[in-house]
């Protein structure tokens, strides 16, 4: 990957601007842009787009602070159904030592059969098994988004990943702060992501 896809600056205007409309209504206050999922769990906004991962915030605050909160898989801005992931991946290098690679699949083995427990971390489980297992199903909040797996997207496998994701949430904070308008936004992402891509 060299450049950005094609059709990138008018989706990205298209979503930064419906997503705005959130903030225009008043349902997110303009001063606040970072660390939505503390402010939600603090009951300072009503809603917060944000990624599973932020679950145990928001539980720990309705069992410590008696939050009340629901959620829900990310609404269909677009012509169909998608939201993002990310993943986490177990990698044992060649030419690792045999004792090592074992200790390595012991490990892997272990995160797989404690799946479970991964999920009630805010995470997916790491096994389709436990996925579809009636213990899953009863977590409330966990089963409920995992209806979205059907159209999950990842991002594209870069080395430089995690800085084209801060090009973005960089732009995006600056265009819902109304320190750059919507084009300004767009050609900050566009052009912060090239510079990310040559780098690779």
Do not use: C, F, M, S
């Given at each position: 990957m060299t450049d950005v896809a094609d059709g990138f600056a008018e989706t990205a205007k298209k979503s930064l601007s419906?997503?705005?409309a959130f903030i225009d209504a008043g349902v997110s206050p303009k001063e606040i842009i970072a660390d939505s999922a503390a402010q939600f769990a603090q009951n300072k906004i009503g809603l917060s787009l944000t990624q599973i991962t932020d679950l145990p915030v928001y539980q720990t605050?309705?069992?410590?602070?008696?939050?009340s909160f629901g959620v829900a898989p990310l609404p269909t801005f677009?012509?169909?159904p998608a939201t993002f992931a990310l993943g986490h991946n177990f990698v044992i290098p060649r030419g690792t030592p045999p004792e090592a690679?074992?200790?390595a699949l012991v490990f892997v083995k272990w995160i797989g059969d404690n799946s479970l427990a991964w999920a009630k971390t805010g995470k997916m489980p790491a096994k389709l098994t436990t996925l579809n297992s009636d213990e899953f199903k009863a977590l409330p909040e966990q089963s409920l988004i995992a209806t979205s797996l059907d159209y999950v997207h990842f991002p594209p496998a870069l080395s430089v990943q995690p800085q084209v994701d801060r090009v973005v949430q960089t732009a995006a904070e600056a265009f819902y702060a109304g320190q750059v308008d919507v084009d300004q936004a767009v050609t900050m992402m566009v052009d912060g992501i090239r510079q990310e891509l040559a780098k690779k």
């Open positions: 419906t997503l705005k605050a309705a069992a410590e602070q008696g939050l677009g012509d169909k690679r074992t200790d």
